[in-house]
């Protein structure tokens, strides 16, 4: 299955303008946490330690890191209920909706690949 790929201009301007697009994209979502973060989320509103069991190997430190740069560039939205004691819960805002697209054809790549992988180490 061959994906359609959009013509892209190849002039030196248009190719710095994408280099540029794609710095700033990877500037947010970069590491190798926050897209497993974003789907981890998609099914709704979560406590911290049910994403970190979601997660398995990020430890708190870098969850917590996570979270927080995931909510400055406005993808998660943390509550917190005044319960006793404290309940505090995180989930995608309407924006993160955005990276629907992406995060669906990331999957489906990922998915493909690992097929090719498997399948050409047994010499299928």
Known sequence: M??????IEHS???????VGAVRDALY???GKWKLPLIVALSNGPQRFND??????????????????????NEFV?????????VTVT???????QSLNYVVDELRKWGVQHRERI???RRGA
């Open 2 to 7: 061959e994906a359609q790929v959009q013509q």
């Open 12 to 18: 030196p301007e248009a190719c710095k303008a994408s």
């Open 28 to 30: 947010v979502l970069n």
């Open 51 to 72: 994403i970190q069991r979601t997660l398995v190997d990020i430890t708190p430190k870098i969850l917590s890191k996570e979270l927080k740069e995931l909510e400055l």
């Open 77 to 85: 939205e943390r509550k917190v209920f005044s319960t006793t004691p």
């Open 90 to 96: 995180y989930q995608l805002t309407a924006y993160s």
């Open 118 to 120: 498997v399948n050409s």
